[in-house]
């Protein structure tokens, strides 16, 4: 069983920069493909970023390539997403989730999944 607790989230200007953690439970963090959705009112959770194990692969939404970076520490049992220039569009619960141990692909569909966690909220004023 794997339990996740995200933090960092916040109100930010637009233009801003934000940096959320995921700390994660569980003896089998470095065998596990994490990622980050979000989702705004009103509409689907989405995929924003994916990390492999060993943090050497990873896989961004077109909509926020180049702005947001997506990063792990095994030693810690944390995964990270730095987000800079920051738009309004980007305000939405993110959430951290975690691939079943031991699968290699990072997949951008919630389903494939198996945990999550409770999720932090980022504003984005203009």
């Known amino acids: 069983q794997v339990q996740l607790a995200e933090s960092g989230g916040g109100l930010v200007q637009a233009g801003g920069s934000l940096r959320l953690s995921c700390a994660a439970s569980?003896?089998?963090?470095?065998?596990?493909?994490m990622g980050w959705f979000r989702q705004a009112p009103g509409k689907e959770r989405e995929f924003v970023a994916g990390i492999s194990w060993s943090g050497g692969i990873t896989y961004y939404a077109d909509s926020v390539k180049g702005r947001f970076t997506i990063s792990r520490d095994n030693a810690r049992n944390t995964v990270y997403l730095q987000m800079n220039s920051l738009k309004p569009e980007d305000t939405a619960v993110y959430y951290c989730?975690?691939?079943?141990?031991?699968?290699?692909?990072?997949?951008?569909?919630?389903?494939?999944?198996?945990?999550w966690g409770q999720g932090t909220q980022v504003t984005v004023s203009s």
């Open positions: 569980g003896r089998t963090f470095s065998s596990s493909v």
């Open positions: 989730a975690a691939r079943p141990p031991y699968q290699h692909s990072i997949l951008v569909v919630t389903t494939g999944y198996d945990y």
